[in-house]
T-cell receptor
């Protein structure tokens, strides 16, 4: 059974801190890893990673994938209160017969306090 | 605003009621999904429709019945639910069922918060 584990489950930091969120996975027929930010209800897409060692960057957020060690990290530098959210990691894998399955982790709840 | 609209946003129903959740997208996407999000659990995929055809049904109880009349609309019909079915039900869409490159990411709706009494 495919498994995605995120750590920590929750994190409280002060504005300006840098945080690193972790996502490890065990899946068969890995295709891609995705990060989402869920503030209130609707998760919004952050990054899709398919290749090892290539950093994806968007403003203060960056992410990298290690397909050998089966994990990804999401970094947020100079955190702001608006970064407070649940960060979801999901792994896409082939599930046979041309179909694909997306398995989500439980998420990391980040709280940034002023 | 992600382009995926869900109604109602909140729903309270008894175990003997029949209700429906509605999802609408005008993004020109070909695949639509229902996910269940319970407290302290990962998002669970329930159903996937690709070009109006159901392609995934992840062992969901028959008291949940999806319907996809066209590529822009997706329904989840609910009947004789249990209290443990209380959760946030998220609809999502993507350009293709297969998450192909940057265009394949999921766009989620705001969700329908369901409470079963």
């Amino acid at each position: 059974e495919d498994k995605v584990v995120q750590s920590p489950l929750s994190l409280v930091v002060h504005e300006g801190d840098t945080v690193t969120l972790n996502c490890s996975y065990e899946v068969t027929n890995f295709r891609s890893l995705l990060w989402y930010k869920q503030e209130k209800k609707a998760p919004t897409f952050l990054f899709m990673l398919t290749s090892s060692g290539i950093e994806k960057k968007s403003g203060r957020l960056s992410s990298i994938l290690d397909k050998k060690e089966l994990f990804s990290i999401l970094n947020i530098t100079a955190t702001q209160t608006g970064d407070s959210a649940v960060y979801l990691c999901a792994v896409e894998a082939h599930s046979g017969a041309g179909s694909y399955q997306l398995t989500f982790g439980k998420g990391t709840k980040l709280s940034v306090i002023p | 605003e992600t382009g995926v609209t869900q109604t109602p946003r909140h729903l309270v129903m008894g175990m003997t009621n029949k209700k429906s959740l509605k999802c609408e997208q005008h993004l020109g996407h070909n695949a639509m999904y229902w996910y269940k999000q319970s407290a302290k659990k990962p998002l669970e995929l329930m159903f996937v429709y690709s070009l109006e055809e159901r392609v995934e049904n992840n062992s969901v109880p028959s008291r949940f019945s999806p319907e996809c009349p066209n590529s822009s609309h997706l329904f989840l019909h609910l009947h004789t639910l249990q209290p443990e079915d209380s959760a946030l039900y998220l609809c999502a869409s993507s350009l293709f069922h297969r998450l192909a490159g940057e265009e394949g990411e999921l766009f989620f709706g705001e969700g329908s918060r369901l409470t079963v009494l």
